[in-house]
């Protein structure tokens, strides 16, 4: 396979790439022999100017279970906290480890990084993308689903950096993509041009609306997300267009299929976005979200090393 050296976001990745990165990490989950000979006593670093819980251990822990090394820097541990430059400590970096891992706000700082770094970097969460959450939550529904081609896939709620990527996932794999957000709150055109150049290569399709209940009929998958994400101004304001007809409740799921999914990459926050019954209820697959992140952060891994 034609592997990525770099992973900023899914839109570069062909549909045989993401199905591929779900081949390696069932492997993975499932216990069959993988080589680890190239992540042995590789480091990998993880820089991460915003918080994490799930994305952080999955990264460590998957280096130390393939016999490798992680080590943790949040900003105020480096220099750039004091003005070095992105580019020097990328070069620094090069030197010393085989691989990062950057959690920023702006893209452009993980940009600058590949600009002048030697090793594969991987984008663990900007403003704008979520490259790894989308990869392995179509894991799960491949997993739960068999395949993406012609399901019915209904985001509610904010078009943000999950959204982006895990969009673009599901339509280069053939999904039949809905979302359901305030007018104010769509896809910016960036992503809509994007996604439209997927669709017309993937045949799969997306519609836009701003209700939750008629866009979520006959849905195979709903997903949402916070409706503040880390880093947003004016969250009150924010919270007062979304609730409470954006968050996904019992009646919400009533209109989707009787063996729809729920989806969630979590943190969450029960009785804002989603309604503890819909979260914590039978068809919710959050706990198989958060599992499958070790897995294909592992297929990253082992896929981007030399
Ligand atoms: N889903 C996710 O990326 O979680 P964390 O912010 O805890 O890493
Ligand atoms: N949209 C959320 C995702 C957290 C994993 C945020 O950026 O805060």
């Known amino acids: 396979m034609n592997m990525m050296k770099n992973l900023m976001t899914v839109s570069e990745l062909d549909a045989k790439d993401i199905s591929e990165m779900v081949r390696i990490a069932r492997k993975f989950k499932n216990g069959k022999d993988v080589s680890l000979k190239k992540v042995k006593n590789k480091t990998l670093a ?14 460590e822990i998957a280096m130390k279970q393939m016999g490798g090394n992680s080590i943790f820097l949040s900003e105020s541990d480096l220099q750039i906290s004091r003005g070095e430059l992105m580019k020097d400590t990328a070069r620094t970096l090069s030197e010393y480890v085989d691989i990062v891992a950057m959690r920023t706000y702006h893209n452009s700082d993980i940009q600058e990084f590949i600009d002048n770094s030697s090793i594969p970097v991987i984008n663990a969460l900007s403003n704008t993308n979520h490259p790894c959450q989308a990869l392995s939550d179509i894991q799960t529904i491949i997993e739960e689903k068999k395949s993406l081609r012609n399901l019915k896939i209904t985001w509610i709620g904010d078009s943000n950096n999950v959204l982006n990527d895990f969009l673009f996932a599901a339509l280069k794999l053939g999904a ?20 439209k150049k997927i669709m017309k290569k993937n045949e799969s399709s997306l519609s836009i609306s701003t209700d939750p209940m008629k866009a979520v009929i006959d849905s195979d ?23 409470p007809k954006y968050r996904v409740t ?21 009785g804002e976005e989603v309604s503890e019954s819909v979260i914590d209820g039978e068809n919710s697959v959050i706990w198989q979200q958060v599992n499958n992140k070790l897995h294909m952060h592992k297929a990253l891994i082992w896929s981007m090393l030399k």
């Open 176 to 195: 039949d993509f809905s979302i359901a957000c305030p007018s104010k709150y769509s896809p910016n055109k960036g992503i809509i041009e994007v996604a």
């Open 250 to 270: 019992d009646k919400i799921m009533s209109k989707a299929k009787d063996d729809a999914i729920f989806m969630h990459c979590l943190p969450a926050v029960r």
């Open 46 to 59: 993880l820089i991460f100017q915003k918080p994490s819980t799930r994305t952080r251990l999955s990264f």
């Open 221 to 243: 998958v709903v997903v949402t997300d916070k409706i503040v994400s880390m880093g947003d101004k004016n969250k009150e304001v924010k919270k007062k267009v979304f609730l």
